[in-house]
């Protein structure tokens, strides 16, 4: 344990030296406000032990790692049926991107680009009024979390909903080929205020822990999901969780991760651990720049790569 205990307080001291930062995001003008020197770190092994550092209880904006627990919670009501709306193949375009779309006729690539996810929150609003939906959405994060606390950054969601031009662009596309069922701005609604979430490293940890250990939060005791079904998601994220730096984040990190454009990333040791990062300066695929660095030298000195060493 001090060993890991050591380790964690090493890269938040090291990340913290580190003057190459990345660009915060700004698209979302309300994300632009976010202090760019922040980072933390928390990591939770596999007897709950929990090893933090930095600003690892400061909640920050999820983003699109909220894609890896709708995904969840959608193939949970969906089954298999979902993957007739969305792909799971890595996109290798960007994660806002539309060309891709016209080809595959309106069928994203995978859950984890905008217009997957989009098309995911369709499937979880379906039979529900969006209030609804969005209320299980922020449920499933506190139960998995075991804390009712989490909330939604109302301001981070107002903002987007405001200049999101681009996501309501890919929702009226794949509503022209009959791939949402739902109002298109009830659709994006749901979504914005689901990546909007709040939460800390130590709470994104938590969250995480069902999928690395086969379905069952430690925790709670409670199976989340499926063994099967947690090692699909966790492919999933491997291969599609960093959108055009999926390759570049398996090639370093080798784990499969989730990032979003508040500068989190969710990454999965198996069996080993769930580790939350975040600093909020994105590299030019939108990947928090440090948090990557710093998953990188976490996984090389415990040698937690799912691909040895
Ligand atoms: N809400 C963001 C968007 O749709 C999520 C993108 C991200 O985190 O990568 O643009």
């Keep these: 344990m001090a060993n890991l205990d050591e380790i964690v307080q090493d890269i938040a001291d090291e990340m913290r030296r580190r003057t190459d930062r990345g660009e915060v995001a700004s ?37 699109s790692i909220s894609k890896v627990f709708t995904l969840t919670l959608a193939l949970g009501k969906a089954g298999d049926r979902l993957w007739r709306k ?3 193949e890595p996109s290798g375009s960007a994660f806002n991107s539309i060309v891709q779309l016209e080809h595959e006729r309106g069928i994203p690539r995978n859950p984890f680009i905008n217009a997957g996810a989009i098309a995911v929150t ?6 529900h009024q969006p209030r609804e939906a969005l209320g299980e959405i922020l449920r499933f994060m506190q139960f998995l979390s075991d804390d009712p606390t989490i909330t939604i950054d109302r301001a981070v969601a107002a903002s ?7 996501n309501a662009a890919l929702a009226n596309y794949m509503k022209s080929f009959g791939v949402l069922d739902n109002p298109v701005e009830y659709t994006l609604g749901v979504y914005f205020h689901h990546c909007a ?21 430690p925790a709670t005791g409670s199976l989340v999901v499926h063994p ?3 090692k699909r998601i966790n492919a999933i994220m491997l291969t599609c969780g960093h959108y055009d730096g999926s390759g570049e984040f398996a090639y370093r990190v080798g ?7 508040g500068g989190g990333i969710l990454a999965i040791a ?40």
């Design 27 to 63: 698209y979302i003008p309300e994300l632009a406000r976010v202090d760019p020197n922040a980072f933390g770190i928390a990591v939770i092994d596999a007897d709950g032990n929990v090893v933090a550092a930095g600003d690892s209880d400061t909640p920050f904006s999820i983003q």
């Design 86 to 88: 969305v792909g799971r």
């Design 122 to 127: 369709d499937s979880i609003l379906s039979g």
């Design 160 to 166: 987007e909903q405001r200049t999101g031009f681009r």
């Design 197 to 217: 979430i709040a939460m800390t490293c130590k709470q994104l940890a938590a969250a995480g822990r069902f999928l690395a250990h086969s379905g069952l939060n």
């Design 228 to 230: 099967e079904r947690a």
């Design 255 to 261: 784990l499969p991760g989730k990032s979003g454009v």
């Design 270 to 309: 198996p069996g080993k651990a769930s580790i939350a990062v975040w600093s909020p300066g994105l590299d030019a695929a939108g990947n928090s720049h440090l948090g990557r660095v710093a998953l990188e030298a976490l996984t090389k000195r415990m040698g937690w790569s799912i691909f040895g060493v």
